[in-house]
């Protein structure tokens, strides 16, 4: 049987902190465990916010930690092609479309909405795409094309769902609530989300779904902040007829005040504690991994 394959996948738009630390030891303890094979996935679709000096800085931080990965690392700005290819696919099957609206119409069109009631919200608390207020005619939208205007292109949502079904996952972690095993997708909760952005053509849930599978990862261990995002990476799963992982999301860890970390907060980066003498050893005892 082939070994199990873990990838850990960070955003190289900031130095990584303690919950990446946690994150990529308990992929590379797992890994180890199982005699499987960990792979590094950089995840730098978005140029705006990525930069070579944090990629540098993941390669040496893992490193430090004692962490060893596979080699050559996938780094998905490298393989737009690839997304290009699954968009084109679910083209194909009537699920995608272009929207032309900019974030501050998106916006305006949500107030407008929530001055009449309640909007829904998407469960990383985000207003839901409002499609039915932008639906253009099959006419209308190949003119702005034509005419160069950009678009992002969004999943019909409602559409895939009826394509796809009682989509689930096999959950090895533990979700917020407590879920684990089989846990129902919901994927209808995100709305149409986007697949390709306007200015590069793909998106996160599109690149992680097709790199989990080009790299043949079976287990994705990451954070539980992932954890509902699952119910649309399993949609697309399914609809691009790829294999489907196990999923082990893992508790956060959090700061003194019980917030999630980012990545500029000072006393949690793996830098500064290094800086300031911490050894890999305490790292793993500070996120309980001792
Ligand atoms: N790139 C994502 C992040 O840094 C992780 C994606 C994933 O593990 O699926 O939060």
Redesign the pocket.
């Known amino acids: 049987m082939a070994p199990p394959v873990f990838?850990?996948?960070?955003?190289p738009n900031g130095f990584l902190h303690l919950g990446?630390a946690y994150?990529a030891l308990l992929n590379f303890d797992r890994a180890r465990e199982c005699g499987g094979r960990l792979l590094l996935?950089i995840?730098d679709i978005d140029a705006t916010r990525c930069r070579p000096e944090f990629e540098t800085a993941i390669y040496e931080d893992l490193a430090w930690l004692g962490i060893a990965w596979e080699t050559p690392v996938r780094r998905q700005s490298e393989h737009l092609a690839d997304y290009r290819a699954a968009l084109e696919k679910l083209s194909v099957l009537g699920l995608v479309y272009p929207a032309f609206e900019s974030r501050a119409e998106i916006a305006r069109l949500v107030a407008a909405r929530e001055a009449a009631g309640p909007w829904p919200r998407d469960p990383d608390g985000a207003p839901l795409y409002p499609s039915e207020a932008t639906s253009l005619s099959a006419d209308e939208r190949s003119r702005l094309i034509a005419s160069g205007a950009p678009y992002a292109l969004r999943l019909d949502m409602a559409a895939a769902c009826r394509h796809a079904p009682g989509v689930s996952w096999n959950e090895l972690g533990e979700g917020p609530d407590g879920e684990r095993g089989v846990v129902p997708a919901r994927p209808e909760a995100w709305g149409d989300v986007v697949l390709a952005r306007k200015e590069t053509p793909t998106s996160?849930h599109l690149s992680?779904v097709v790199d989990?599978a080009l790299q043949g990862a079976s287990e994705?261990v990451?954070?539980q902040?992932?954890f509902y995002?699952t119910a649309v990476?399993r949609l697309l799963q399914v609809l691009l007829g790829l294999p489907e992982p196990a999923y082990r999301h893992h508790r956060l860890i959090r700061d003194e005040a019980g917030r999630k970390l980012s990545k500029s907060g000072r006393s949690t980066g793996l830098r500064e504690s290094r800086a300031a003498g911490l050894t890999p050893a305490a790292i793993r005892r500070l996120v309980g991994l001792g």
């Open positions: 990838r850990f996948a960070p955003s990446h994150s996935r995840e996160y992680v989990d994705i990451r954070g902040d992932l995002a990476h």
